[in-house]
């Protein structure tokens, strides 16, 4: 990943669980004075839930069968898949000191979400529009994340984009971003607890909130993503480095 001014950039791969771990102590403990932006690559598959969501949406004996792991992670929202295909997953951390820093939650992430519009436009996916109001739920957003749309999030042509959750801490701020590189609700459905007519109509319904921008654009956009933070700033100095984390498993 390039280096980019006043963002210091890393590339973790591992384990989901892990990559989650990880997360969390950017914003636990010791939290960093200085930005931050790291971008996870897992190596596995895996259902994350939100921080608040119950354990029981999920269907354990199911994600057995499909080989698929299940974790938590500390920032909000609800079920989305995790994997090397699925998305690209980008954590950004603002201290409470920094001029991005705000204290309203629901604006909080609308500079973030003009950064990946922008990155998106130049990346040759036009039509990205950033949602500026309050948060839409939906019959199925309590279940599954790309169900709903939140301040900050993008869409292209009417669909969901991109997800951003956040944990924030009086230090400072963690945003977790993922873009859709492939949207298949029918996966995330089929280890949920529901029923078989649930699981159907929840096909049905989810079948058009949401679409993938493909692997291409994908790589393209966060490419453009991090060089549009370096525009931003370019007096603070950035570093890129890459390593495997460890599985604790």
Same mark, same amino acid.
């Given at each position: 990943?390039?280096? %980019?001014?006043?963002?210091?950039?890393? %590339? @973790?791969?591992?384990?989901?669980?892990?990559?989650?771990?990880?997360?969390?102590?950017?914003?636990?403990?010791?939290?960093? #004075?200085?930005?931050?932006?790291?971008?996870?690559?897992?190596?596995? *598959?895996?259902?994350?839930?939100?921080? %608040?969501?119950?354990?029981?949406?999920?269907?354990?004996?199911?994600?057995?069968?499909?080989?698929?792991?299940?974790?938590?992670? *500390?920032?909000?929202?609800?079920?989305?898949?995790?994997?090397?295909?699925?998305?690209?997953?980008?954590?950004?951390?603002?201290?409470?000191? !920094?001029?991005? $820093?705000? &204290?309203?939650?629901?604006?909080?992430?609308?500079?973030?979400?003009?950064?990946?519009?922008?990155?998106?436009?130049?990346?040759?996916?036009?039509?990205?529009?950033? $949602? *500026?109001?309050?948060?839409?739920? %939906?019959?199925? #957003?309590?279940?599954?994340?790309?169900?709903?749309?939140?301040?900050?999030?993008?869409?292209?042509?009417?669909?969901?984009?991109?997800?951003?959750?956040?944990?924030?801490?009086?230090?400072?701020? @963690?945003?977790?971003?993922?873009?859709?590189?492939?949207?298949?609700?029918?996966?995330?459905?089929?280890?949920?607890?529901?029923?078989?007519? !649930?699981?159907?109509?929840?096909?049905?319904?989810?079948?058009?909130?949401?679409?993938?921008?493909?692997?291409?654009?994908?790589? &393209?956009?966060?490419?453009?993503?991090?060089?549009?933070?370096?525009?931003? !700033?370019?007096?603070?100095?950035?570093?890129?480095?890459?390593?495997?984390?460890?599985?604790?498993?």
């Amino acid at each position: 990943m390039i280096a %980019t001014p006043g963002w210091p950039v890393a %590339t @973790l791969r591992g384990r989901v669980a892990d990559l989650q771990a990880s997360s969390e102590s950017l914003v636990s403990g010791l939290v960093p #004075s200085a930005r931050a932006v790291r971008v996870m690559e897992p190596v596995n *598959r895996c259902v994350v839930i939100g921080s %608040t969501q119950s354990d029981v949406v999920l269907d354990r004996s199911r994600l057995a069968a499909a080989g698929i792991q299940a974790a938590r992670r *500390r920032s909000g929202g609800s079920a989305v898949m995790v994997g090397p295909c699925d998305l690209v997953w980008v954590d950004v951390v603002v201290p409470a000191v !920094d001029p991005l $820093w705000l &204290a309203d939650v629901g604006r909080a992430g609308w500079w973030l979400g003009d950064q990946w519009a922008n990155a998106l436009a130049a990346s040759g996916c036009p039509g990205a529009q950033v $949602w *500026r109001g309050s948060l839409v739920r %939906t019959a199925w #957003s309590d279940r599954v994340c790309f169900a709903g749309l939140g301040p900050g999030e993008v869409t292209v042509r009417g669909r969901k984009v991109l997800g951003v959750s956040q944990r924030r801490t009086r230090a400072g701020a @963690l945003f977790q971003c993922a873009l859709l590189v492939e949207w298949a609700p029918a996966e995330l459905l089929d280890v949920l607890h529901l029923d078989e007519e !649930d699981r159907a109509q929840g096909g049905r319904d989810l079948a058009g909130v949401a679409a993938g921008v493909g692997a291409e654009g994908a790589a &393209a956009a966060l490419e453009a993503f991090i060089a549009g933070l370096g525009r931003q !700033d370019r007096d603070r100095a950035g570093s890129s480095r890459v390593r495997d984390l460890p599985s604790t498993r």
